[in-house]
Nanobody, 124 residues
Framework: QVQLQESGGGLVQAGDSLRLSCAAS????????MGWFRQAPGKEREFVAF????????SYADSVKDRFTISRGNALNTVYLQMNSLKPEDTAVYYC?????????????????WGQGTQVTVSS
């Protein structure tokens, strides 16, 4: 059973930065994708970014491109989301997820395992 644990959310002002972390266990998995999604109140969960297990391939939602960066930790079981130039519309619960099917996807239904989420609130 895969477990994902997010951390790093908080309350910031517009223009500030935050880095979210997600630790996955167990460490021995291969050929998977790690994704970040977010869900604002009253809205559907939406794709933010994903990265493949080796870190060689990434993809971003247009709304965060050039502001957010997804990366892998040296231990490969950790993924980060560096969020710069935050806007009030970035306010949401951010979820880390793992896709073990070997095919990249931005759809939530392609992800098998989810973390509990971490709140990011950006004030104007």
């Amino acid at each position: 059973q895969v477990q994902l644990q997010e951390s790093g959310g908080g309350l910031v002002q517009a223009g500030d930065s935050l880095r979210l972390s997600c630790a996955a266990s167990p460490r021995t998995l291969r050929n998977y994708f790690m994704g970040w999604f977010r869900q604002a109140p009253g809205k559907e969960r939406e794709f933010v970014a994903f990265i493949n297990w080796s870190g060689s391939s990434t993809s971003y939602a247009d709304s965060v491109k050039d502001r957010f960066t997804i990366s892998r930790g040296n231990a490969l079981n950790t993924v980060y989301l560096q969020m710069n130039s935050l806007k009030p519309e970035d306010t949401a619960v951010y979820y880390c997820a793992m896709n073990t099917r070997g095919v990249s996807s931005s759809l939530p239904r392609a992800y098998d395992f989810w973390g509990q989420g971490t709140q990011v609130t950006v004030s104007s």
